[in-house]
Antibody, heavy 120, light 107 residues
């Protein structure tokens, strides 16, 4: 059974930084692209970033480009999201998700989410 | 970038009703469309990929149709456990945009 477990969410001051992690199990991690999707309180889903299986390609939403960095360590079955220059608009539950490739990616497994709150 | 517009944003229907949710892309995306269900307080779950392929374990009352710019998610007979917000997502190319969601409630 595929399991994704996020960690790293916290209360952070505006302008601060955070690193989110997502540990995967129950799959051959190095075969799959992985993504982050966020959901602000009471709002809809917003795709944030995707990293391909090898880590060779990375994609970002315009809203986070230049501030967020996705990475992965296939030896640890874990991928990450480094988030910098946080603002209140980044307050959200951040989900990690496994990508299924077709064109680009849709998401067949999701983690439980980790909450990032940006507030002074 | 291609925009994804869902309608309606919310609906209320009776148990047993047929429910239809529409997702429109601002440009053609072939069949690169997925539908997700997010029950209150829960994690999103994949219902349909490739516009029409219902995922294993999803009840047969759920179906998807469409191609190009116009897509539909249909619940043939609404059940109480279908109360949720439904999202479409395009995946022909980045950005992997979601629609704004459709909240389905029981009347």
């Amino acid at each position: 059974e595929v399991q994704l477990l996020e960690s790293g969410g916290d209360l952070v001051q505006p302008g601060g930084s955070l690193r989110l992690s997502c540990a995967a199990s129950g799959l051959t991690f190095s075969n799959y692209a992985m993504s982050w999707v966020r959901q602000a309180p009471g709002k809809g889903l917003e795709w944030v970033s995707t990293i391909t299986a090898s880590g060779g390609s990375r994609y970002y939403a315009d809203s986070v480009k230049g501030r967020f960095t996705i990475s992965r360590d296939n030896s640890k079955n874990t991928f990450y999201l480094q988030i910098n220059s946080l603002s209140a608009e980044d307050t959200a539950v951040y989900y990690c998700a496994k990508g299924m490739y077709s064109g680009t990616y849709y998401f067949d497994y999701w983690g439980q989410g980790t909450l990032v709150t940006v507030s002074s | 970038d291609i925009q994804m517009t869902q309608s309606p944003s919310s609906l209320s229907a009776s148990v047993g009703d047929r429910v239809t949710i529409t997702c429109r892309a601002s440009q053609g995306i072939a069949n690169f469309l997925a539908w997700y269900q997010q029950k209150p307080g829960k994690v999103p779950q994949l219902l349909i990929s490739a516009a029409t392929t219902v995922q294993s374990g999803v009840p047969s009352r759920f179906s998807g149709s469409g191609s190009g710019t116009d897509f539909t998610l249909t619940i043939s007979s609404l059940q109480p456990e279908d109360v949720a917000t439904y999202y479409c997502q395009k995946y022909n190319s980045a950005p992997l945009t979601f629609g704004g969601g459709t909240k389905v409630e029981i009347k």
